[in-house]
């Protein structure tokens, strides 16, 4: 599969525990975007990289939630000290410019 | 502010039926509208956009500013259209984000 791939699929995590996501785009798309999705929502912008270079934050990205995108290709998403509230699904799409946006399948957080 | 909103949570139709999922916005510039599409155990994919003017599997959807609606229809309804269906909104100038509305879940009812 050449898609966005999202890693793990799922994760179970107690109260308070730090986890983290990652994210590898299609190769040849310099943007990437982060989406969190909880039930019966649509999916919410979180942050966007164009390359290495983190451009926009939501305000939904406490500053218990970090980004980074290092070289430019995969990105990971951290989440400290995580909450009840965090459980959601966490999408990642890539695009070049405006084109070709792509959704991964995401990584499915449950908070316990 | 930008604001997506779909005020159907679900919506069944008979197959052969016409069907249109509406989608209202608000915002004072000037978006791009689009449709995505997320079938059972798929990723969200993009069904069309306003911009293209296209017609994908039948779905035609037409940008009107006055009512700043963006409403999916399609004449015949098929049973592989079922589907979570979500409108969404990229502001101008922007790094292309998308502001989704909370989806329609359609059913074609065989």
């Known amino acids: 599969d050449t898609g966005v791939s999202q890693d793990p699929r799922h994760k179970i995590t107690k109260r308070g525990q730090n986890v983290t996501f990652r994210c590898d785009p299609i190769s040849e798309h310099n943007r990437l975007y982060w989406y969190r999705q909880t039930l019966g929502q649509g999916p919410e912008f979180l942050t966007y990289?164009?390359?290495?270079?983190?451009?926009?934050k939501s305000r939904l990205l406490s500053d218990r939630f970090s980004a980074e995108r290092p070289k430019g290709s995969f990105s990971t998403l951290e989440i400290q000290r995580t909450e009840q509230g965090d459980s959601a699904m966490y999408l990642c799409?890539?695009?070049?410019?405006?084109?070709?946006?792509?959704f991964g399948s995401g990584t499915r957080l449950t908070v316990v | 502010a930008q604001r997506v909103t779909q005020p159907e949570k679900l919506l069944s139709v008979f197959k052969g039926a016409p069907v249109e999922l509406k989608c209202n916005y608000s915002?004072?510039?000037?978006?791009?509208l689009f449709w995505y599409v997320q079938y059972s155990r798929q990723r969200l994919q993009l069904l069309l956009r306003h911009i293209s003017r296209e017609s994908i599997k039948g779905f035609t959807a037409d940008l009107n500013k006055g009512e700043t609606s963006f409403h999916l229809k399609k004449p015949f309804a098929q049973e592989e259209d079922s589907a979570m269906y979500y409108c969404a909104l990229s502001p101008a100038n922007t790094g292309n984000q998308f502001y989704f509305g909370t989806g329609t879940s359609l059913t074609v009812i065989p």
């Open positions: 915002y004072s510039g000037s978006p791009e």
């Open positions: 799409a890539s695009s070049f410019d405006s084109n070709g946006y792509t």
């Open positions: 990289f164009q390359n290495e270079a983190q451009l926009e």
